[in-house]
């Protein structure tokens, strides 16, 4: 198999409309395995692993773009040019990217347990410090906990048993980067132009993707109904098959749109009406979370602040611009032009060894209030913590031992802090 194509499954008859299934992140296509005796009724359905999950190949992709391109690589082999999607979780961010790059190819879209934006990038991030340093045993044993709801956890131990080793079975690095990736999605400014049919389902007890996040995607997506599972969590195709189906048959029978092209992308199919009409436009509180800064700056601030915050987080430099006053402006900007936008970014190094750099010279020079965030910055940017304390014991040779002494102080704070699985 090729690294540029994914797993997959075929159920259903030759001949019959495609529809596609994504699955979550950390799980196979098994997690739809209860969808498919009813689906394939009417459709031909095609499951896929994610990279990294269940047997598709161990190559990272670091966006959803790349997983995107990949599936519609596996469906050029397979000679599918029009289909419908449902996807969830991360398969649903697939769906979304689908929908907006390739639109003469979606007929219609479900969207189950997803949204427009995952959390926030910080947490993406960590979460990915901690896989490297612990490997991916804390997220599988949570996962249950975060995936059902406790009712459902507490009466399906063989469900909730195969839900802990789909996790285990996932390459890390895949993992890893698939967080890099969530980090970085955010479409709520371009769901105006998803132009197909869209159903968003969400369990009511989801606390991943709760409600909140499915009535954002139903208020930015043109042609979009939402449909609420009461009593469910976030993987709600396995929690609840037989609503999951009943819905997904409604819709795909009702909001098919056959012919591509233009006409048909903007045409207005019947929706089902499974919940009250949303607004036609985000509310206040989305539409200025998209507000763009009163002051447009040159290119090499906008890639400097986009560096500056994927390596040392959104909480710090939130805090930073918070902060920030006409006496500081000018400081912060020449450091955010300079140090980010034009040396962070040079292709000459990458982040793992412009981090080593950094922690030696704030060695070298007793900066213990920035190691401590280049600390943080060099987990985020791929140093194990074992690699961290060899940085720390080489320059106790060349910077001095008592540098090094307070040096580990500050690391070992931060590495467990940062490294410390959640629960």
Same mark, same amino acid.
């Given at each position: 198999?090729?690294?540029?194509?994914?797993?997959?499954?075929?159920?259903?008859?030759?001949?019959?409309?495609?529809l596609?299934?994504?699955a979550?992140?950390?799980?196979?296509?098994?997690?739809?395995? /209860?969808?498919?005796?009813?689906?394939? /009724?009417?459709?031909?359905?095609? @499951?896929f692993?994610?990279?990294?999950?269940?047997?598709?190949?161990?190559?990272?992709?670091?966006?959803?773009?790349?997983?995107? $391109?990949?599936?519609?690589?596996?469906?050029?082999?397979?000679?599918?040019e029009?289909?419908?999607?449902?996807?969830?979780?991360?398969?649903?961010?697939?769906?979304?990217?689908?929908? %907006?790059?390739?639109?003469?190819?979606?007929?219609?879209?479900?969207?189950?347990?997803?949204?427009?934006?995952?959390?926030? *990038? $910080?947490?993406? @991030?960590?979460?990915?410090?901690?896989?490297?340093?612990?490997?991916?045993?804390?997220?599988? /044993?949570?996962?249950?906990e975060?995936?059902?709801t406790?009712?459902?956890?507490?009466?399906?131990?063989?469900?909730?048993?195969?839900?802990?080793?789909?996790?285990?079975?996932?390459?890390?690095?895949?993992?890893?980067?698939?967080?890099?990736?969530?980090?970085?999605?955010?479409?709520?400014?371009? %769901?105006?132009?998803?132009?197909?049919?869209?159903?968003?389902?969400?369990?009511?007890?989801?606390?991943?993707?709760p409600?909140?996040?499915?009535? #954002?995607?139903?208020?930015?997506?043109?042609?979009?109904?939402?449909?609420?599972?009461p009593?469910?969590?976030?993987?709600?195709?396995?929690?609840?098959?037989?609503?999951?189906?009943?819905?997904?048959?409604?819709?795909?029978?009702?909001?098919?749109?056959?012919?591509?092209?233009?006409?048909?992308?903007?045409? *207005?199919?019947?929706?089902?009406?499974?919940?009250?009409?949303?607004?036609?436009?985000?509310?206040?509180?989305i539409?200025?979370?998209?507000?763009?800064?009163?002051?447009?700056?040159?290119?090499?601030?906008?890639?400097?602040?986009?560096?500056? @915050?994927?390596? %040392?987080?959104?909480?710090?430099?939130d805090?930073v611009?918070?902060?920030? $006053?006409?006496?500081?402006?000018?400081?912060?900007?020449?450091? #955010?032009?300079?140090?980010?936008?034009? #040396?962070?970014?040079?292709?000459?190094?990458?982040?793992?060894? /412009?981090?080593?750099?950094?922690?030696?010279?704030?060695?070298?020079?007793?900066? @213990?209030?920035?190691?401590? %965030?280049?600390?943080?910055?060099?987990?985020?940017?791929?140093?194990?913590p074992?690699?961290?304390?060899?940085i720390?014991?080489?320059?106790?040779?060349?910077?001095?031992?008592?540098?090094?002494?307070?040096?580990?102080?500050?690391?070992?704070?931060?590495?467990?802090?940062?490294?410390?699985?959640?629960?």
């Open positions: 198999m090729s690294e540029k194509t994914l797993q997959h499954r075929i159920d259903g008859p030759d001949g019959a409309p495609v596609v299934l994504g979550a992140l950390g799980t196979t296509w098994h997690m739809w395995d /209860r969808q498919i005796p009813e689906l394939t /009724r009417q459709w031909r359905v095609i @499951r692993d994610l990279p990294g999950h269940g047997g598709s190949p161990a190559h990272a992709a670091t966006s959803i773009a790349e997983v995107a $391109d990949r599936l519609v690589a596996t469906l050029d082999v397979l000679g599918v029009r289909f419908g999607y449902a996807g969830c979780d991360l398969g649903g961010a697939v769906g979304i990217q689908l929908a %907006l790059t390739r639109p003469q190819r979606v007929t219609s879209l479900a969207l189950v347990s997803s949204s427009p934006r995952y959390g926030t *990038a $910080d947490a993406w @991030r960590q979460r990915g410090v901690v896989i490297r340093t612990n490997g991916l045993e804390p997220i599988a /044993r949570t996962a249950p975060h995936w059902f406790p009712g459902f956890a507490g009466g399906q131990a063989a469900i909730v048993e195969w839900a802990v080793q789909m996790v285990r079975t996932t390459d890390p690095g895949c993992y890893i980067a698939a967080c890099e990736a969530l980090a970085a999605y955010d479409v709520r400014s371009s %769901l105006g132009r998803v132009g197909v049919p869209t159903l968003v389902v969400v369990g009511a007890e989801d606390q991943v993707t409600t909140t996040e499915a009535r #954002t995607l139903v208020a930015g997506i043109p042609d979009a109904s939402l449909a609420l599972i009593g469910t969590s976030h993987l709600a195709p396995v929690e609840q098959p037989a609503a999951v189906s009943e819905l997904l048959i409604r819709h795909f029978s009702t909001a098919w749109q056959d012919k591509p092209g233009p006409a048909a992308i903007s045409a *207005a199919a019947p929706k089902p009406q499974l919940a009250p009409p949303m607004p036609t436009h985000a509310p206040p509180a539409e200025s979370g998209l507000a763009q800064p009163a002051q447009v700056r040159g290119g090499m601030y906008e890639q400097g602040i986009k560096v500056r @915050r994927e390596v %040392l987080g959104d909480a710090h430099v805090q611009e918070a902060t920030t $006053d006409d006496f500081s402006a000018d400081f912060h900007d020449f450091i #955010t032009r300079y140090a980010w936008g034009e #040396t962070w970014t040079r292709p000459g190094l990458d982040r793992r060894t /412009r981090s080593v750099i950094t922690l030696t010279a704030l060695v070298a020079r007793g900066h @213990r209030e920035e190691l401590a %965030l280049h600390t943080r910055a060099a987990l985020r940017n791929g140093l194990t074992a690699e961290i304390k060899e720390l014991l080489h320059t106790a040779v060349y910077c001095g031992v008592p540098a090094a002494n307070s040096a580990f102080a500050v690391a070992q704070k931060v590495i467990q802090e940062e490294t410390t699985p959640e629960g």
